[in-house]
């Protein structure tokens, strides 16, 4: 525990002055904050496992010696006796038992330290998502009534001694008289903490950077014990490692090969301010202006791209910066998305448990790439405590920000960036087709301070790419029309069993379609997202049906668009790849009834949906004519304003970044036996979302945590994904 204590204290340290008055800077903290945050910083790390010395504890890790209850026999696991209270729980109540001492500590905050100790593991004050309020649970009936703690053991006076002689605490270490304790005891001097941490006022961003920095120095701190490198030169070589001009133009210069930078590119770099604003409609080059304006922002820094898709940040990684720059792609399913993507395997062919060693090892990769291409959860989440921003912690730190596709965030997301906006002082821009007028005072009153607003290239986003026609059926015979003529043709449904029926129909009549949503296995999906997006870059026709996975993750550009109607925003995303390469004049557009009102799309915003067709029908319609008609749009929202990192205070739990969603991820039966041996983190490429209905109270969960959706009630073929046993289904 010394040894351990050492390193987490040793890489703190290093994490703290490596970043420097760059930390400061990124929160907002003045100069003379920085040896409060630095003390404050090695007495958490110093006291994060101090609750791990007491004998149920010892008996867990020490299995197969006995454990708590002395009836243990050493072949019994001892797992089966849990402990009283989580050991980090045991380092607040023991660190508060020695607070006046520890409250000597030169220049540290006690009460901030603590809490951060606190929460190092991410339960605490809370658990599945909610927040109970409570100072840890005590498990009482676990087979031991009493806690024994080891205070007086030579290894715990070593600990002590190491604090006097590194953070300069009193040579004078006070008497611990009570070792023993009972319930009552626990739950007594758990009250007066709990009551201490109510009543306590502490400055929110300060303690979530303590916090932040805990739980990222003590996942380092554990590798070093692990590996010959010396950690700490590691981690300043690592965060060092920055973006230079040189890697920003050789990005820039492969993406626009022979042609200029647009006007609006340029604006982006020399008009820009800390925040800037780029409104400009899809197929505008705002990713390749983003790069431009990382010229300004991002040397020095690191650039974290954030989209808010795996398939987007996949294909904006793949398109950008794969083999340009020292980059990596972080979100939860990229290693499957690389390994199918570069390896020609697409030829031949926070649900489920948390693996804490695969996002440890995910985010040290990214304090050393100066690019991160990621889905906005990966930066975003830090908010609500995910494990892998909290893990990439010391990478954010010193980086600047991109997030694109704003318009698609839901109330939580855009309420989460707005926060995000207003404590983190670092170069942001943020891109979307859109802006409402609401969102853009929500942000400038964030943000308080000037910001920019870069408009798109007004000659492209006047060009009349659309044609509208309203449809009370699908229309087949133009369909046919526009594939004889060499077309490329986009079919977009609302639902997963919509899209695998339209699929069907055209297999009946005699067309080749490709079929993609997002209720395949995973490693399928993959497949399928790379087949379509492929296809519609060769110069042949094709036919892809597909669901709303195709508004952000689809980068293509079609010559025919047969949707159902959706919301506004939805169609305009859907517009979006049609006639995404302008080919000189205006596309059709078809748009026909979606019969199934209420799911995913209620009845006002179908209704909201045709009137945005019906308002442009005989018209050629520019994309400069969507986004205006969209801002004037008065749809009200509440964007959500309490996050555990900041507002939980003492508390730290993970909790939904998202608003809650209609799946859930889970694992098919029929494929138990092919996945009996994988590890957790090969599992990804089966689990499959399927629709959260009162089926699933039902459902068994696979060891990893994933459910287990039944054969009985769900098929699965890897042309048309999952599809539950009531369809009608021709294989």
Not at 119 to 147: M, W
Not at 405 to 430: Q, S, T, W
Not at 469 to 475: G, T
Request: charged letters at 20%; aromatic letters at 10%.
């Amino acid at each position: 525990m010394a040894g351990h204590t050492a390193a987490v204290v040793k890489s703190i340290t290093t994490l703290v002055d490596a970043l420097g008055t760059g930390l400061l800077q990124q929160f907002g903290f003045s100069n003379d904050t920085r040896e409060t945050l630095r003390a404050t910083a090695r007495l958490a790390a110093y006291l994060h496992d101090w609750g791990k010395a007491n004998h149920q504890f010892q008996g867990v890790v020490r299995y197969p010696l006995r454990a708590s209850n002395p009836s243990v026999q050493p072949q019994q696991n001892p797992l089966q006796y849990p402990q009283l209270i989580r050991h980090e729980v045991g380092s607040v109540l023991l660190a508060w038992e020695f607070r006046n001492w520890l409250c000597q500590c030169p220049n540290a905050d006690l009460m901030t330290a603590i809490a951060a100790a606190g929460g190092h593991h991410l339960k605490l004050g809370g658990q599945q998502g909610r927040n109970t309020g409570a100072l840890g649970e005590i498990r009482e009936g676990s087979g031991d009534p009493y806690l024994y703690w080891y205070v007086h053991h030579p290894s715990f006076h070593k600990l002590l001694r190491y604090g006097v002689r590194t953070l300069g605490l009193p040579q004078i270490i006070p008497p611990f008289a009570l070792i023993k304790w009972d319930i009552k005891t626990i739950k007594d001097k758990r009250d007066k903490v709990l009551n201490a941490f109510i009543e306590w006022e502490p400055d929110l961003a300060f303690l979530a950077v303590v916090k932040a920095l805990l739980i990222a120095a003590d996942a380092i701190g554990s590798a070093s014990a692990q590996v010959s490198t010396n950690i700490q030169e590691w981690i300043r070589s690592e965060l060092e490692n920055t973006l230079t001009e040189a890697d920003l133009q050789k990005v820039i210069d492969a993406r626009r090969g022979e042609y200029p930078l647009r006007p609006f590119q340029i604006d982006l770099k020399d008009k820009s301010k800390r925040v800037t604003l780029a409104r400009a409609g899809c197929g505008t080059g705002k990713t390749l202006g983003a790069y431009n304006w990382a010229l300004r922002h991002g040397i020095g820094r690191k650039l974290f791209f954030c989209y808010p898709t795996t398939g987007t940040s996949t294909e904006g990684f793949l398109g950008y910066v794969h083999n340009q720059v020292e980059s990596e792609l972080l979100h939860s399913r990229s290693a499957v998305d690389l390994e199918l993507a570069c390896t020609g395997e697409e030829e031949d062919n926070g649900d489920g448990a948390v693996n804490e060693a695969a996002q440890k090892l995910e985010a040290f990769k990214a304090w050393g790439a100066k690019v991160n291409v990621c889905t906005v959860d990966t930066v975003l989440g830090l908010l609500q405590c995910h494990r892998r921003p909290l893990y990439c912690f010391p990478a954010l730190a010193k980086a600047a920000f991109v997030f694109d596709e704003v318009h698609c965030y839901d109330d939580a997301l855009f309420g989460a960036l707005l926060r995000f906006l207003k404590v983190v002082k670092a170069p942001i821009l943020l891109m979307s087709a859109s802006f409402l007028p609401a969102q853009v005072a929500a942000i400038q009153q964030a943000v308080a301070e000037e910001i920019a607003i870069i408009q798109g290239p007004q000659t492209l986003e006047d060009l009349p790419r659309y044609r509208f026609h309203e449809l009370a059926q699908p229309d087949w015979e133009r369909v046919q029309q526009e594939l004889d003529q060499g077309g490329r043709v986009l079919w977009v449904c609302n639902q997963v069993d919509t899209a695998i029926a339209t699929y069907q129909q055209a297999k009946n009549q005699g067309l080749q379609p490709l079929l993609y949503h997002s209720r395949f296995r995973y490693g399928d999906r993959v497949h399928h997202h790379r087949k379509v997006v492929e296809a519609f870059k060769q110069n042949q026709p094709v036919l892809a049906i597909t669901t709303q996975v195709a508004e952000m993750s689809l980068d293509l550009s079609a010559t025919l668009l047969v949707t159902q109607i959706a919301d506004p925003a939805g169609l305009i995303q859907r517009l979006g790849r049609l006639n995404r390469q302008y080919c000189g004049h205006a596309l059709d557009a078809l748009f026909y009834p979606d019969d199934k009102v209420g799911f995913p799309y209620s009845a006002d915003e179908l209704d909201a949906g045709w009137a945005l067709v019906r308002g442009f029908v005989g018209q050629l319609v520019s994309q400069a004519q969507l986004a205006a008609w969209l801002e004037k749009l008065n749809t009200p929202h509440t964007p959500k304003d309490h996050f555990v990192w900041l507002d939980g205070r003492w508390k730290t739990y993970p909790a939904p970044l998202r608003e809650a969603g209609y799946t859930v991820t889970a694992l098919l039966e029929q494929d138990q036996e092919e996945i009996a041996f994988l590890k957790s983190s090969q599992l990804m490429r089966y689990t499959i979302p399927l629709p959260a209905t009162k089926n699933i109270k039902g459902w068994r969960r696979h060891k990893s945590g994933y459910l287990i959706a039944p054969k009985e009630q769900w098929h699965y073929d890897p042309n048309l994904g999952a599809f539950a046993s009531r369809q009608e289904v021709k294989l």
